[in-house]
């Protein structure tokens, strides 16, 4: 019997999109249906992440759905514009709202005049995908809006594409290449601003750094600017972080002494094998992130048993065959209590994933790292170093998430 009923592992489209919003500087999420999306979601990236998101809405009654809103959507806009006068306010539709055909974007083109943001229209029911196609849409509506065609910056520099949430991990890629000698011109989406965005085109490099929603902005950026792009896994775990500066350093002919920082790490590195070696370990994470853990986990001669992903992208499974030595059960899409069937049949001794492993962990005794939601860092050689002393702590020491 499983620990909790049966459910899903993913969300819908309009949580995605509303989280790829709250990432740019002074933009507002404003969602266009029942007050519940706007809480329930705000709600749960505030506990994710740890500062409070706010998100507007139209708060539409019954009344509403039935006869229409588009008057109190209006007002609404220009309220958020008064009130909080953000630089971008991105109207989404809820399901209520494309259930009924609301037509935001005339809305937002009557409106637009009215107000001083910059207006967005995105189309997220909640029924019409998942979060990645949110994620996609929101930074294609920006690519659409922003992006036009300019000279190459005259210092190297790359924009990633498709990182939502700041904090150590970002700090350190974005550090790391600034003493390479590489600028990163945007990050889309997290601590972008409109003139981040409007520097794109400059951009000698996209990368990518989610599989499920970071490929097609990559793509239209190429087609249509002339921009490469590569789609290397996070760079989590000392050998995939020197390909990744590799990568980098490669596209833009750069002459950088990365190997030699790479090998200060390998004592680092042999240390936490000889702890950690034959270490029983599940991953549940999504896609991206669970490539590059579970390349880690090998890379520390540990044995990953379980990989489990709420989605899977473009190259998931070409890079995830791509880890040397890999025999694990793989699950893809698959409700919470497969997990728990998985993780009591493969006995892992460590978890690494999010909050709602949380219970998984306490019933089977195998302690939790939170990778998904946590501010600690884990990229970069640094955070290869990081990751794997909490890993040694909560097998050896404390059994808490951590």
Not at 22 to 40: D, E, S
Not at 155 to 180: C, H, Q, T
Not at 190 to 219: W, Y
Not at 368 to 386: C, W, Y
Request: charged share 25%; hydrophobic share 40%; proline share 4%.
């Amino acid at each position: 019997m499983s620990w909790y009923d049966m459910g899903p592992v993913s969300t819908c489209k309009l949580f995605g999109a509303v989280r790829a919003v709250t990432g740019i500087k002074n933009a507002v999420p404003l969602i266009h249906g029942p007050r519940g999306c706007a809480y329930h979601i705000g709600y749960l990236l505030t506990a994710r992440g740890g500062r409070r998101i706010a998100v507007a809405s139209t708060e539409l009654s019954e009344s509403d759905v039935v006869f229409g809103a588009s008057e109190k959507l209006r007002d609404r806009i220009i309220e958020v514009d008064r009130t909080r006068k953000p630089d971008i306010i991105v109207i989404m539709s809820s399901c209520a709202t494309s259930i009924i055909g609301e037509d935001i974007g005339r809305v937002a083109d009557e409106t637009s005049e009215l107000v001083d943001a910059e207006l967005i229209t995105v189309s997220a029911g909640g029924f019409e995908s998942s979060q990645g196609e949110g994620y996609e849409e929101v930074m294609m509506a920006l690519i659409h809006k922003f992006c036009r065609r300019m000279e190459l910056s005259s210092k190297p520099s790359v924009n990633i594409i498709g990182e939502f949430r700041g904090g150590a991990d970002l700090r350190e890629v974005r550090e790391s290449l600034s003493l390479m000698g590489v600028d990163v011109n945007c990050v889309l989406t997290s601590g972008c601003s409109i003139r981040d965005m409007n520097m794109i085109p400059a951009g000698h490099l996209n990368c990518s750094f989610c599989d499920v929603s970071g490929i097609a902005p990559c793509r239209f950026l190429e087609e249509n600017f002339g921009t490469p792009f590569i789609h290397h896994p996070i760079p989590i775990g000392f050998s995939n972080s020197l390909r990744f500066y590799r990568e980098v350093l490669g596209y833009l002919n750069l002459d950088y002494p990365i190997n030699e920082e790479f090998s200060a790490f390998l004592e680092e590195r042999d240390r936490l094998r000889a702890e950690l070696e034959g270490m029983r370990v599940a991953v549940v994470s999504g896609p991206t992130r669970a490539v590059a853990l579970t390349e880690f986990i090998t890379e520390l001669r540990m044995k990953p048993v379980l990989v489990s992903m709420d989605m899977i992208g473009d190259y998931t499974l070409e890079n995830l065959r791509g880890v040397p030595g890999l025999r694990s059960e793989i699950l893809v899409g698959v409700d919470v209590s497969d997990i728990e069937e998985a993780i009591i049949r493969t006995e892992p001794e460590l978890i690494l994933g999010g909050l709602a492993e949380t219970r998984i962990s306490e019933v089977s005794g195998a302690p939790l790292i939170d990778v998904m939601h946590g501010s600690s860092l884990t990229a970069g050689f640094r955070g290869a170093v990081n990751l794997g002393a909490r890993m040694c702590w909560a097998v050896y020491g404390d059994h808490d998430c951590y």
